[in-house]
């Protein structure tokens, strides 16, 4: 198995070794016919000759390597925007997880504080605080009041 390695933000690189390693530190794959296996897949590129021979970063991942396509023998190269593209998907993936465990252990009475604890033990994510996740899932809902509100007044004048 041929392996990158990719550094993206230390919490999203948690998420993904909780989820897809048991929270090892060691190469995931990406399950094929996932979003991030085909954006992956997709990204793929011939080494430059001006790129280093080996990749750093804080998370090492399996490329994929089908019967028919690109080998990953040679196309084993992501570049920074590549790996911009991987983070912002893992990142949506990631964020997507935690507002519906959210909303749905809110119906159950969970506070949402109690919630992100549990999911941050889950993963293993340490490297970012409790906090942050709680602000972005309130600065979600208020984005989300606020279109809806101008949604309401936009077809009230409408009409």
Same mark, same amino acid.
């Given at each position: 198995?041929?392996?990158?390695?990719?550094?993206?933000?230390?919490? *999203?690189?948690?998420?993904?070794?909780? @989820?897809?390693? /048991?929270? $090892?530190? &060691?190469?995931?794959?990406?399950?094929?016919?996932?979003?991030?296996?085909?954006?992956?897949?997709?990204?793929?590129?011939?080494?430059?000759?001006?790129?280093?021979?080996?990749?750093?970063?804080? *998370?090492?991942?399996?490329?994929?390597? @089908?019967?028919? /396509?690109? $080998?990953? &023998?040679?196309?084993?190269?992501?570049?920074?925007?590549?790996?911009?593209?991987?983070?912002?998907?893992?990142?949506?993936?990631?964020?997507?997880?935690?507002?519906?465990?959210?909303?749905?252990?809110?119906?159950?009475?969970?506070?949402?504080?109690?919630?992100?604890?549990?999911?941050?033990?889950?993963?293993?994510?340490?490297?970012?605080?409790?906090?942050?996740?709680?602000?972005?899932?309130?600065?979600?809902?208020?984005?989300?009041?606020?279109?809806?509100?101008?949604?309401?007044?936009?077809?009230?004048?409408?009409?």
């Amino acid at each position: 198995m041929i392996t990158t390695k990719i550094q993206i933000k230390p919490h *999203l690189a948690e998420y993904i070794l909780g @989820r897809l390693a /048991g929270c $090892r530190n &060691e190469p995931v794959s990406f399950p094929p016919g996932s979003d991030l296996y085909i954006t992956l897949w997709d990204l793929m590129s011939k080494r430059p000759v001006d790129a280093p021979a080996i990749d750093t970063g804080n *998370l090492e991942i399996n490329l994929p390597a @089908r019967s028919v /396509g690109k $080998r990953p &023998e040679y196309y084993n190269y992501l570049s920074v925007r590549s790996v911009a593209i991987i983070e912002k998907k893992i990142e949506e993936i990631m964020f997507e997880e935690l507002h519906h465990r959210l909303r749905t252990n809110k119906r159950e009475g969970i506070t949402y504080i109690e919630t992100i604890h549990w999911f941050m033990c889950e993963y293993g994510i340490t490297s970012i605080s409790e906090d942050a996740y709680r602000k972005e899932f309130y600065r979600l809902r208020r984005n989300e009041f606020n279109r809806r509100k101008k949604e309401k007044n936009y077809s009230n004048q409408t009409a």
